[in-house]
């Protein structure tokens, strides 16, 4: 039987301009925007976003832990990732403790299609291979602030409070991602980036059948 959603909280914040949260060059590194289609979408469900961000959090501090392990003749990258690692954990924590708050229990969803569309065209060899997870990274980071500052405007005000806070933390994590991305390349980084922003958006752009964080628009 389908879970129904909570209520959406009647308390508005104050509509910003979403893009004064973002920094230009994010904007920029993104192939498009989030639809409209996925924002009413995620507005009309507001229990499995939360989930399923809970979820993204998780994996985030997966992937960082999975670097660290499999490529420990590289500080920069080892110190970064322990960071992010910690980060996205303590995101983690801190939305289950939001959801429980609001009777919402942490439960497991299956994964959208967004982050294996774009890992089928990581090259198998390293270094390639490790500059393209490094740019899918930086894809789903600055993806994860730009929704997350679609949604700000929408949301009552402890969740928009916090969404807030996210937004200076992802957009750090994209900037890392990108900058670990060049300083292990042998050689430019920019037509790698153009066909993964390609992906990515076709990836935000086309239907899906199941809502999630990363999803598309509805089917």
């Known amino acids: 039987m389908p879970v129904a959603d ?25 192939g498009c925007r989030t ?6 979408w995620a507005l009309d469900n507001t229990e499995l976003l939360l989930i399923d961000h809970a ?3 998780k994996k985030a501090a997966s992937t960082a832990m999975s670097l660290l392990y499999r490529y420990v003749d590289r500080p920069l990258l080892l110190s970064k990732m322990s960071q ?12 289950v403790t939001l959801m429980e708050a609001r009777g919402i229990g942490y439960r497991h969803l ?58 200076k933390s992802e957009g750090r994590h994209y900037e890392d991602y990108l900058m670990l991305a060049r300083e292990y390349a042998a050689s430019s980084i920019e037509s790698r980036i153009a066909l993964f922003a390609a992906h990515e958006a076709e990836l935000v752009q086309t239907p899906d059948t199941a809502f999630r964080f990363h999803s598309g628009v509805p089917a």
């Open 6 to 30: 909570s209520p959406r909280p009647p308390e508005r914040t104050v509509s910003p301009d979403t893009d004064a949260l973002l920094p230009s060059q994010l904007l920029d590194f993104l």
């Open 35 to 40: 639809p409209d289609a996925w924002l009413d």
């Open 55 to 57: 979820q993204c959090e």
């Open 84 to 95: 992010l690692a910690r980060e996205e954990l303590l995101h983690f924590e801190q939305v």
């Open 110 to 167: 299956s994964a959208s299609r967004y982050a294996e569309g774009l890992r089928r065209h990581v090259r198998p060899q390293d270094p390639e291979r490790l500059v393209d997870i490094l740019i899918i990274g930086a894809f789903i980071e600055a993806r994860s602030c730009e929704r997350f500052a679609r949604l700000i405007p929408h949301l009552d005000s402890e969740l928009a409070k916090f969404y807030r806070s996210l937004v």
